[in-house]
């Protein structure tokens, strides 16, 4: 039960549902989730171990605002680990392995946020986990896993709304580069798909509501 609180408490927070900067109050999450205020309690102070919850003293918790300088520092963590995630699985990926991502040239039908979300997380731990390295998949995954949010600020976060089936359109050609096994353009295609997500994130982080 504990375990499944904490899941359900988290997913809220990287899909926004919990918006950044928001209270969060024991009593009423624990009526939320019809259960006593001591999984609540765990599972906030976890969530605060991922940089997710902030405690207050004397004020209870809230939801970590997403900061530009957080952002940044994820961005540069990403580039770094999925780079190399994808080269590693170019060297060392069966054939089997790579063709398993296709199921990832194509999204979820419409603009259903929360699925398209999933969906971005999906294909990247993909690649993470067919780099065949499992303490880099792990270093990824912890990273990738904290992108919900951001994924959701830079699509629906304010501004111009991007057409999401450009996430799939970059995802199929980066699929294309790992078959062909071409480290050269799988890793300026991968470079080229994160710029593009930290300049429409950045960008709308610059929202009062959303930076502290």
Request: proline residues 4%.
């Amino acid at each position: 039960m504990r375990d499944d609180v904490y899941e359900r408490i988290r997913g809220d927070i990287l899909c926004c549902t919990l918006q950044p900067g928001s209270a969060l109050h024991e009593q009423a999450l624990a009526q939320r989730f019809q259960v006593s205020k001591s999984p609540i309690r765990d599972a906030l102070l976890r969530l605060q171990e991922q940089h997710l919850v902030d405690v207050l003293p004397r004020k209870g918790y809230r939801v970590r605002p997403i900061s530009l300088a957080d952002a940044v520092e994820l961005y540069e963590m990403r580039l770094v680990y999925e780079r190399e995630c994808a080269l590693r699985a170019i060297d060392h990926a069966s054939d089997a392995t790579l063709a398993a991502l296709d199921e990832f040239r194509s999204g979820p039908r419409g603009r259903d946020m929360p699925k398209w979300i999933a969906y971005n997380r999906r294909f990247h731990l993909a690649v993470a986990a067919a780099s065949g390295n499992s303490r880099l998949q792990r270093a990824a995954t912890e990273v990738i896993e904290q992108f919900d949010r951001l994924t959701y600020v830079g699509v629906g976060g304010g501004g111009e709304a991007l057409d999401v089936r450009q996430f799939a359109a970059e995802h199929a050609a980066i699929i294309d580069a790992l078959q062909k096994r071409d480290r050269r353009r799988a890793g300026a295609l991968i470079r080229a798909h994160v710029e593009a997500s930290r300049k429409r994130t950045l960008a709308s982080l610059a929202h009062p509501a959303i930076v502290p």
